[in-house]
């Protein structure tokens, strides 16, 4: 196989950048093969306080897979067409490590394919490159564990699988560091929101699902303050409104997450109102509803919104 990418999905968090620089680090030393990891978007701040921590150059930026000349792709953190390179249709994947649902997923030849329910794609690739014989080096390690941790919320999200708080235990002795106190300094890394315009709050970690014919963008901050973000909120809805019109969104649901006390709020804007309170059982007031509990996008928002909306 020539030169392969090797990216996860667009406005990347840190697992999807840990995931695919960890994998493009195993395709070059296990078995051999010329792999790059490179980035969908900027990462975010959370993810550059680890790739600094660890001195690890941030991943370069592309857009497209054949503007690069490259022809085979790997996609990590991802397998939604929708949430990856915009020429997806028209390269060849050769892998996909992921941790999320498979949907609008189809290819004209053969893959591998390594598809786990565990906390993060991080923790599929740590995995691997035991059962492949490799070491890995600090700075590989310090992004796998960093990925977990962001996915996991420190192993206290609902999706954290059984396996994962091993995992964690064994990249931080590799990575050099206490997995608690590392965890909590990461994941504050990525609550410094009073610097981000309402647009680009709204776009740090937002995906799109297509839901039984809408296209539904969910989008998730993490804070330690979620009533300082709501007093944002008229900057935010329009943010939002506007984002929906240029991207032809039909609905836009935005998830603030306390990471401290494990809840969040709801705030939503769209056509279909009463499949997102169906969703979740509560009523909207000035467009937005606390939900107890909930830490996971993938977990505790998507299925839910899934089930709504095909109802």
Same mark, same amino acid.
């Given at each position: ?75 990590? =953190? ?8 915009? =020429? ?17 997923? /189809? ?91 309402? /647009?680009?709050?709204?776009?740090? =970690? ?106």
């Amino acid at each position: 196989m020539s030169k392969c990418l090797v990216f996860g999905h667009q406005n990347p968090d840190t697992d999807a950048i840990a995931s695919s620089y960890g994998w493009a680090y195993l395709e070059r030393t296990a078995w051999g093969r010329d792999a790059e990891a490179v980035a969908l978007g900027i990462p975010n701040e959370e993810t550059a306080f680890a790739l600094n921590y660890f001195g690890v150059e941030a991943p370069r930026v592309v857009e497209s897979a054949k503007a690069e000349g490259v022809f085979h792709v790997i996609l990590t =953190d991802h397998n939604e067409f929708q949430q990856s390179i915009a =020429d997806i249709r028209e390269v060849e994947v050769a892998a996909v490590i992921d941790h999320h649902r498979v949907a609008n997923f /189809e290819t004209a030849n053969p893959l591998y394919m390594r598809l786990e329910p565990v906390g993060s794609a991080s923790s599929i690739v740590y995995r691997a490159s035991k059962e492949a014989g490799v070491t890995l080096p600090r700075e590989v390690a310090g992004l796998l564990l960093s990925g977990l941790i962001s996915d996991t919320l420190l192993l206290k999200s609902p999706t954290t699988h059984e396996s994962d708080a091993q995992v964690a235990k064994e990249l931080a002795e590799l990575a050099g560091v206490n997995l608690e106190e590392y965890g909590l300094e990461l994941l504050k890394a990525g609550t410094n929101l009073a610097s981000k315009s309402a /647009e680009e709050l709204i776009d740090i =970690d937002a995906k799109t699902f297509p839901l039984n014919g809408n296209s539904v963008r969910v989008a998730q901050v993490n804070t330690v303050d979620i009533a300082e973000v709501l007093e944002r909120k008229a900057d935010i809805e329009a943010a939002m409104t506007a984002s929906s019109v240029a991207n032809g969104y039909s609905d836009f649901v935005l998830m603030i997450t306390d990471i401290l006390n494990s809840n969040s709020e709801i705030l939503a804007l769209g056509s279909n109102m009463d499949k997102v309170e169906a969703a979740f059982n509560f009523k909207l007031k000035n467009n937005h509803a606390f939900l107890a509990g909930a830490v996971s996008r993938k977990k505790q928002v998507v299925p839910q919104l899934t089930e709504s909306f095909n109802a």
